[in-house]
């Protein structure tokens, strides 16, 4: 099974999507299955994860609906916020559903990554571990120590970071991403996915190149077995097409990537992470 582990839909007349505005042309106009469906056949994929744009209740309740009327629709990962009392019961009411996934923490929104490390949302997010439920973590660079330190508390969390943490691929810096990224593959149940990419790049002016040292690094701390491929179609627009995605990670796959190790990153990996 080949499945794209990150890209979006929305309607922008719901109007819970704030951050796209008719100043972001690329964006502003509604996404949805039907949209995808040419990408999908042209690169043989069977499905997608389709994940939260948007931190509401009612968004994750949209992205359900329509996964009920989309085949290619293999899961959602909703949102949740960890810090609402009343998370648990919203988390039991989605899991009603066939295809909920999971849930997406969006650090990335929090005017202070160190929320996340609050007693009431390290608490939730303990419960969801022991429930073995998948989170996506939602993370820029500069925010990934207070992760580690959530990972502390949290050990047992079985969770993907979203776009390999959103590295300064633009300057080309590297560290200290590496080395925390490397703290972070040093828990087993965390894995990484290799999406995002080209928005961190420069948009109108990257190069395949600038994407290898980190997917590299990506790849050698996770392994094979933690890696998933993600378009973050439509985001991915801003500066790239669904085709020039895919080729910026196949142009940073190391020689020995093998047939086996494909189909990992391509399907199995998502497949059994969220366990579809």
């Known amino acids: ?3 794209d582990a990150h890209q979006h839909y929305w309607s922008i007349e719901r109007g819970d999507y704030g951050w796209i505005t008719p100043e972001i042309p690329a964006l ?23 994940v939260q744009a948007a931190p509401t209740l009612a968004e994750t309740e949209y992205l359900l609906s329509l996964s009920e009327a989309s085949d290619s629709i293999l899961g959602v990962v909703g949102w949740l916020d960890p810090a609402d009392p009343d998370c648990r019961s919203h988390y039991e009411r989605f899991a009603k ?10 650090i990335q929104e929090m005017p202070d990554a160190r929320e996340v490390l609050k007693p009431d949302s ?11 439920v998948p989170v996506d973590l939602l993370v ?4 990934l120590e207070p992760v580690l330190e959530l990972l502390d508390f949290v050990p047992g969390l079985h969770a993907v970071i979203d776009h390999i943490a959103k590295p300064r691929i633009r ?8 080395i925390q990224m490397a703290r972070i593959a040093a828990f087993p149940n965390l894995y990484c996915k290799l999406s995002g990419m080209v928005t961190e790049a420069d948009h109108g002016n990257w190069k395949t190149e600038d994407f290898t040292a980190y997917i590299r690094h990506a790849l050698e701390v996770f392994g094979p077995e933690r890696v998933m491929f993600g378009s973050d179609w439509p985001v991915c627009l801003l500066a790239a097409d669904y085709d020039e995605v895919v ?5 940073g796959l190391p020689e020995p990537w093998t047939e086996e190790n494909r189909k990992r990153l391509y399907g199995l990996n998502a497949k059994e992470f969220y366990r579809i």
């Open 140 to 143: 820029v660079s500069h925010q």
């Open 247 to 251: 080729r910026v990670l196949e142009a």
């Open 28 to 50: 502003y106009r509604n996404f949805l299955p039907e949209h995808l469906e040419a990408h999908l056949n042209k690169h043989k994929l069977d499905g997608t994860i389709v």
């Open 97 to 106: 559903h066939p295809k909920f996934v999971g849930i997406r923490v969006m």
């Open 1 to 3: 099974m080949r499945i």
């Open 122 to 132: 390290v608490e939730a997010l303990a419960w969801l571990a022991e429930k073995d």
């Open 171 to 178: 300057e080309g810096i590297l560290e200290p991403w590496k």
